[in-house]
């Protein structure tokens, strides 16, 4: 079946006790045995839950997995992701990660005696075999990164990460199953903060990960119940309704961002567009190879930091927020906001960085406020 059909079906058979032709909300925290140990496949919900099977159901359908693990946060399954390995052991990421996963490995995991080596993208899509030893356990992927739009070839890095013994875990949380399936390139493990795109709307926290990997699956559903950062029934039904309409939402996030992608490369104010799409991005053919399309998600550099937090303030529409990927466009500092904790880091986002989230609303509406945002200026103004 395709994308859109699984994205509606799978896992989602009606009800067959009510006919309920949308996946009840199961809240119950546990379930009548019929006799000592006999029960109908669930027992207690932080082990199993009917809501939270069928989005896993559905959810791994969309990754082309054989298993899906949903959890409590993007952060609850990074975390638990990292329980599959032990202090002493390594891990290769690429540089520039999402600040909270960067806080967890640098402040919460590299105290305990995990190895952490920080390669930059380039690097990783050159040279990633020269990173890697016995002790390396993990290449820990992002692509498109956030906030810098890098692009990691996925293939070139899980081959050089398979001759090397390493599981190779990517983040897709920026393109969705929608644009790109990472095992299909060659990842063994698929990560999601469901945050964004997959809920869509800004409504919940969670997180989900794929595998077809059978020793990967069985261990990691033991650590979901183990570890316990499950996610409750409403939150994962709230992402099972916003992934029926993922690739609707997510085409449409694409055209828009093309749209303003293109007017930000010409406006004269703009030092320098981070998009993919954009011929001239450095990472523009190997995303071509492994994504559908260029994604929602654009950053953009400006005169200067006082510059950036003049203009976040100044729309209307965009609204200065963190996180991304629902229906309503944001604007955020990662300098100054969703990526703090990576300030003292050697790959610090620049403080006059400005991301952008591009949101459903009309493109007209979106360009008109960005151009009256850019009109002005700080050194005009003296504000
Ligand atoms: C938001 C995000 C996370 C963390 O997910 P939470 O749901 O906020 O815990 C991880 N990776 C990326 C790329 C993200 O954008």
């Known amino acids: 079946m395709e994308f859109e059909t699984l994205a509606i079906h799978a896992g989602q058979e009606p009800d067959p006790t009510t006919g309920a032709l949308t996946v009840p909300i199961h809240q119950t925290s546990t379930y009548l045995q019929s006799a000592v140990g006999e029960n109908k496949g669930y027992d207690y919900s932080r082990a199993a839950n009917p809501t939270r099977s069928a989005l896993e159901t559905c959810l791994a359908s969309l990754e082309g997995a054989e298993h899906g693990v949903a959890f409590a946060s993007g952060l609850g399954a990074s ?73 990691v070839d996925i293939r070139a890095a899980a081959d ?25 390139l060659g990842a063994d493990v698929v990560l999601h903060s469901t945050t964004k795109y997959l809920g869509g709307h800004s409504d919940l926290i969670g997180g989900f990960v794929a595998t077809s990997d059978p020793t990967v699956a069985e261990r990691l559903y033991f650590l979901q119940k183990s570890l316990g950062a499950v996610p409750g029934p409403l939150d994962c039904w709230l992402v099972l309704r916003g992934a029926k309409t993922l690739a609707v939402r997510m085409r449409q996030h694409c055209d828009n961002a093309m749209a303003i992608a293109g007017f930000l490369d010409r406006h004269p104010r703009v030092e320098k567009v981070l998009y993919p799409g954009l011929p001239h991005h450095p990472g523009h053919a190997i995303a071509s190879r492994q994504m559908r399309d260029f994604g929602g998600m654009i950053s953009f550099l400006v005169e200067s930091e006082d510059e950036a937090v003049a203009l976040v303030e100044r729309t209307k529409i965009w609204k200065l927020a963190e996180s991304l990927g629902g229906v309503e466009s944001l604007i955020e500092i990662p300098a100054l906001m969703t990526h703090m904790s990576t300030a003292e880091s050697p790959f610090a986002a620049p403080p006059n960085l400005i991301r952008l989230s591009v949101g459903l609303e009309a493109p007209k509406d979106l360009l008109d406020d960005l151009e009256v945002a850019l009109a002005v200026s700080v050194a005009t103004t003296g504000a």
């Open 79 to 151: 975390t638990t992701l990292m329980h599959l390995i032990n202090p002493g052991d390594r891990v290769v990421a690429v540089n520039d990660v999402y600040g909270g996963v960067y806080r967890m490995f640098a402040q919460v995991y590299e105290p305990k005696g995990y190895l952490f080596e920080w390669v930059s993208h380039e690097e990783i899509n050159e040279n990633l075999a020269a990173h890697l030893d016995e002790r390396t356990r993990i290449v820990w992927l992002e692509t498109p990164t956030n906030p810098l739009m890098n692009v």
């Open 160 to 184: 050089a990460a398979h001759e090397a013994g390493a599981m190779v875990v990517v983040d897709n949380t920026f393109a969705s199953p929608y644009l790109q399936q990472p095992l299909s």
